[in-house]
């Protein structure tokens, strides 16, 4: 069955136990590539080749010095760590083994060293050192802001790195989306010295050394652009900058207008970078010429002798089967899936939509061990599905959602209170008897059925008002819960409780109410976002999608909207507060499966 092979393929990352201990088996969406491969070309991409193909993601590759080695990061063996091969693809070695998100590794100039990214001090992106000889790695720098894409200057006194501390994450104009703040800083290598050399209020990042390790050159942007150009669809132009490091004067770089990241300064001193939103993307140099093409290329290096550049290529197709992931927290297995799963009480089977090519988009049922198939099609958006209590109905919105789509579609409208209208639907697990049960000009949708199937809870936004709405299904009358900026609600299975997230002082928290009205309680209090919530079986815990670790990357290189959003779990109450992932990648609509009660399996090492 498709759930053995799962937990056959995450055993290995865990020591045997029994079923009836085993971690709980979390679904939900990732928004990442399926995979990742690393390739090498010539300077101006002939003869290409590729270097890795690991069936995983393998990415952000680092020429060394003495052109003998290429650093990089896998999630091959499950989380992110560094590895290096050499260019001819012999010799692959595993630099880091730890659960946390280890990335963007950079040489030292006597490449003795690596500087990279790491979460694994307190779940922050910051900056850590590795000693290649001993695997030793030290912290560099520390913090809540993400320390990103150093750089070791070629005469080896500094490292330069892009950084969100000391920044907010304020959202994007009528957006919820955040957007990065980042500065570029300069450190000694033995952490004394921190300075920031960038103006600050926008974004400026990925610096590089000029050869003379007197400046570095780094892409800006304004903070509003950091959404803008988060996908292919918008054009625009973002300037190479380079800074002197003493001064802290900058110049703009002598290129062409254009969406321009990964900037990079050849060691003969010529400018170049990866071009986005063009008929011809790819790599281009200040002279005019080109090198290896394709918008799905991504972090490119040169070889020392400027001959040849090594970079990744993605690419990205959703299945609605279940992908398994990893996870950091020994307490649960994780997969990924397709938009906002919810499983069925028996937990055999799980509802999910997706958005088609032709821009409709289908409700599916996955039953474990076998494929998914469509109960209902339709050319609106679909969203959110969730079972009734006796897992013969289903209930989900439908209808424009236009901030997803027009995002999704390439437009930047803000995200209007009524998003082209929804209504909140209910079908037959069979797809039989499809209706709307919601009416009017508001958007409806995230709705959630009560433990007696006789009610249902869910969102509502436009000119009949906003907040929280409980349907009665048997005589179709409508009680307001809430009237403030409340979304996402969750009925407990077994608590009389509902579970919402409410914008207050322009963050998103979590919240509970009971249905009567009474005794609301908030209990997150984070900067940020958090969003989409799932009850664990016996409603004890709330699972739920959080900005709080901050980004790990720049906002451009990660191919999300939000490239952010940890999966945490937490009581009831709010106690108990656990981080389930840790990467890079977008993670939301977490679904929590029942476990049968007659389970008595093993998981084998």
Known sequence: MLRHRIL???????????????????????????????????????????????????????????????????????SADLYRIRPDGTGLERLTDHPAYDDQAAFSPDAQHLVFVSTRAAGFANLWTLDLATRKAAPLTSGRGGDFRPAWSPDGQWIAFSSDRGSNLPPAKGRWERLHLVDIYLIHPDGTGLKRISQHGNFCGSPKWTPDSKAVLAYCMSAEETWTYRVDRFDGNTSLIQIDIATGNSSPAPVPTGVKIFPTVLPSGEFAYVRRRTTTPGVFYASGKSGPAGANLHSPSWSPDNTHVVYARTTQTRSSEPTPLFSPNPNFQVAGTTFLPAYDPTGARFATTTINPDHTSSLKIVPEGHPAHS?????????????SPDGRQIVFGIGGFTAFLDFASGGQKPADPVNGGAQVALINADGTGFHLITTGPNNNGFPSFAPDGKHIVYRTAGPQGEGLRILNLADQSTSTLTADYD???????????????????????????HPDGKDLQQLTNSPGNEAHLAWSPDGERLLFTSTRMGFKDEALYTMAPQPYGEIFVMRYDGTHLEQITDDQWEEGGPAWQPRPATATATIAR
């Open 375 to 387: 109960i209902f099609d339709n050319k609106q958006l679909m969203l959110a599905p969730q079972w």
């Open 8 to 78: 056959s393929c995450v055993a290995l990352l865990t020591s045997a136990v029994s079923l009836s201990a085993a971690p709980d088996y979390i679904l939900y969406l990732r928004i990442a590539p399926t995979h990742s491969d690393l390739f090498i070309s010539n300077a101006d991409g002939t003869d290409e080749r590729p270097l890795t193909q690991s069936g995983s993601l393998d990415y952000n590759p680092a020429w060394s010095p003495k052109a003998d080695w290429i650093a990089f990061t896998s999630e091959r063996a499950g």
């Open 487 to 513: 979304n996402f609600p969750v009925w407990s299975p077994r608590k009389n409780l509902i579970a919402f997230i409410r914008k207050i002082d322009g963050n998103f928290e979590v919240f509970t109410i």
